[in-house]
Structure formats: structure tokens, C-alpha cells
């Protein structure tokens, strides 16, 4: 007979999340402090769109040399990972606007721009990861078998002894794999790990196929028409590389690490774990204090106060960390960080390296 698994569910946060938000709500309340915050959201969202908008005019209008042309592939680049960390991830929050339809509609360039369904990244990331963040099974962003192991949990492979040294190209491959399909085999087999994905409908259709059909427009076929096919593929892959290895190594800092807590639906269950609790402890901040990578990466850095408050802008994340830091140890809850972005790095190759051992037979040397 089959064991049926029972679907994990959290209490609520318990005192610990109520001061936590009682908090924070009094910290919003400051008209100056929202606007202000707003003002860098929005000047960010100029940066990103002026960034993708004039590399990519310049590329194909006025055809730049060799030099210009890296230029612009950096400017691009730069402002694909941009929209993607500071417009698209908050918008499919519900984090930029109040309304839901215009959070759906700016988040439509994750369509438009990126190449990926935000209808299926809404499903993937808000309800598959941040339910279940690091619960096996559950949470579709740490299931990468057979290629890698990323919980004790998964089943140990022969090759997974090397996934230290061959996971860093894979993480470059990511949203490459999205824009060739992953996303529409998802919406296909109707679900994201054991999260629901219902067929699009309606507008959500319409944004989806229209999305593509955008993207592919100024990704590919625009450029054709003015570059010899293997400029525009290694112009492509490169700006398609870069923006999936910072995207995939920031997530994996934050949640593939050492410190960070993981779990199997079955001890979360028995354990009547607290929703806030397992965020926090499941979940690590790295170069929380470097003002430069935080504007970078919107907010990212600071995981735990946006899975704690994901439909709060990125911009209020710094001035959440203090008030989440102490009620945290007040309540005898583990808030992990790494003060610096090797410290993070060498956390993250190390928990790779261990669980890539991890169960496998000892070798022996008879002498």
C-alpha cells in the first residue's frame, strides 16, 4: 500500500510574530518613511527600464563596435537582473502596488522581459517556496535531482560526490531552462512540486502567450534581422548565463547554506511547527550591511524579512532586519547571517560538498 504523506501546515507565529508585526505596522505607519522608500522603488524601476531600453536601441539601431557592443551586453544584462530582483519580484508579490491587477500587470515583464511565465512563477515561488521553504517534496526550488542534492532527505548519487565543483555552471543554465519550456511543461502537468497549477485563463493566458511572443520578439528576431545568427546566439547566451547565475546564487545563499534549517513533511507536521519560526530558522541574510549589493539585488539579501513580510516593498527590508534581529532572540529563535558575501559562498560550497558524501559508501584503502 501506498503511505499517504500528510500535507504539512503551520500554526500561526504564534508571540513572536505578533510583536514582530505589531512592530513593524507602527514602523509603516511614518507617511516619510513609506514615501521615501517608495521614491527608491520607483527611481530603481527607471534605472532597470532605462538600462534594458537604451542597451538594447543601441545594439540594434546604431550597431556599436566591438567595445560598444560589450557595453551595451553589460548594460542589458544589468538591467535584466534589475527588473527581475527590484520590479518583477516585487510586483508578483503584491508588493508594489496596492491593486492586484496592476502588481499582475507590472509583473507581466517577468513575460515580457525575462522570458517566464509570471503566472507560473506565482505559483512556483510565492506558494511552492515560501509555504514550504526547505520541506522536501514541497518546495519545488530545492528539488534539483537527479542533477544535485540540496536536502539530507534526497537520495544519495555516485556523481553527487562532484556537485561542489559542477553545480556552478548548472545554476547558469536556469532561466534558460525556463525560457525554453519549463514553465509550460509545469502548467502541462498541472502542478509545481504538490502545489495546483490550474490552466491559465482569460488575461492570464493572454499575458503568458503574449509574453513569449514579446520576448522572443527583442530577444531574438529583432536582432536577426540586423546581426549574422551566432552574434545574436552568443549575445543570448551570455546575458541569459549571467542573469541565471546571480539569480539562482543569491536564492541558493539564502536557503542552500549550512545554518539554514531543512525538513521533511513529516517531522513538520509532527512538530506543529510554527509558520514564522520555520521561515526564520529555514532561512539566511548574507552582507546585510553592504548598502551597494542590497540595492542590487532589491532587498534579497535580507531573505528572512521578506519571507516574513513578502508583500512589504524591498526597499523597507534594512529597517525590518533590526526589529525581526531582536524579537527573534528574544524569543529563542535562530537568526542566521553571513556578515560577508565569501563567508556566504564558502557556507554554501561546504553544505554542497557534505551532502554531496553524505550516505555514500566509505572508501576504504587496504595497505
Known amino acids: 500500500m501506498a503511505v499517504v504523506v500528510q500535507r504539512p501546515v503551520f500554526a ?8 514582530t508585526r505589531s512592530e513593524v505596522d507602527r514602523y509603516l505607519e511614518s507617511r516619510r518613511v513609506c514615501f521615501r522608500a517608495r521614491l527608491e522603488l520607483y527611481a530603481k524601476t527607471v534605472v532597470a527600464f532605462g538600462l534594458v531600453g537604451g542597451s538594447w536601441a543601441t545594439l540594434v539601431l546604431a550597431r556599436p563596435g566591438i567595445t560598444g557592443g560589450v557595453l551595451c551586453l553589460a548594460g542589458l544584462t544589468s ?18 502596488f496596492r491593486g492586484r491587477r496592476l502588481n499582475h500587470l507590472l509583473g507581466w515583464t517577468a513575460d515580457a522581459l525575462l522570458g517566464f511565465s509570471s503566472y507560473a512563477w506565482r505559483v512556483k515561488h510565492n506558494v511552492a517556496h515560501h509555504t514550504y521553504t526547505n520541506v522536501d517534496g514541497y518546495d519545488d526550488d530545492i528539488d534539483q535531482t537527479p542533477f544535485a542534492r540540496l536536502l539530507p532527505s534526497q537520495r544519495p548519487r ?25 514553465d509550460i511543461a ?49 549575445g543570448y547566451v551570455t546575458v541569459t548565463t549571467i542573469a541565471s547565475l546571480v539569480t539562482a546564487i543569491t536564492f541558493q545563499l539564502a ?67 533590526p526589529i525581526i534581529r531582536h524579537n527573534a532572540l ?28 553524505m550516505g555514500l559508501a566509505a572508501e576504504i584503502e587496504m595497505g
Open 186 to 234: 509545469a502548467l502541462v502537468r498541472g502542478r509545481i512540486a504538490q502545489s495546483k497549477l490550474r490552466p491559465p485563463q482569460r488575461w492570464d493566458l493572454a499575458g503568458l502567450v503574449v509574453g513569449k511572443a514579446v520576448f522572443v520578439g527583442w530577444a531574438v528576431v529583432v536582432p536577426l534581422l540586423v546581426y549574422p545568427w551566432w552574434v545574436v546566439a552568443c
Open 158 to 182: 555516485s556523481w553527487y560526490r562532484l556537485q561542489h565543483l559542477y553545480i556552478w555552471p548548472l545554476y547558469g543554465l536556469m532561466m534558460l531552462r525556463w525560457q525554453l519550456g519549463a
Open 79 to 96: 538591467g535584466l537582473i534589475l527588473v527581475g530582483f527590484c520590479v518583477q519580484h516585487d510586483a508578483n508579490h503584491g508588493a508594489y
Open 255 to 321: 536557503h542552500c547554506v549550512e545554518e539554514a534549517k531543512t525538513t521533511s513533511p513529516e517531522s513538520l507536521t509532527a512538530d506543529k511547527q510554527f509558520w514564522a519560526v520555520h521561515e526564520v530558522e529555514s532561512t539566511v541574510n548574507f552582507c546585510p550591511r553592504n548598502p551597494v549589493l542590497t540595492w542590487v539585488l532589491g532587498g534579497l539579501n535580507h531573505q528572512i524579512e521578506h519571507h516574513l513580510f513578502p508583500r512589504v516593498a524591498h526597499t523597507h527590508y534594512p529597517q525590518l532586519a
Open 12 to 19: 500561526n507565529g504564534g508571540a513572536f510574530m505578533a510583536e
Open 330 to 357: 528574544k524569543h529563542g529563535i535562530r537568526y542566521n547571517e553571513h556578515p560577508s558575501l565569501g563567508a556566504a559562498l564558502r557556507s554554501h560550497q561546504r553544505h554542497l560538498r557534505t551532502l554531496g558524501r
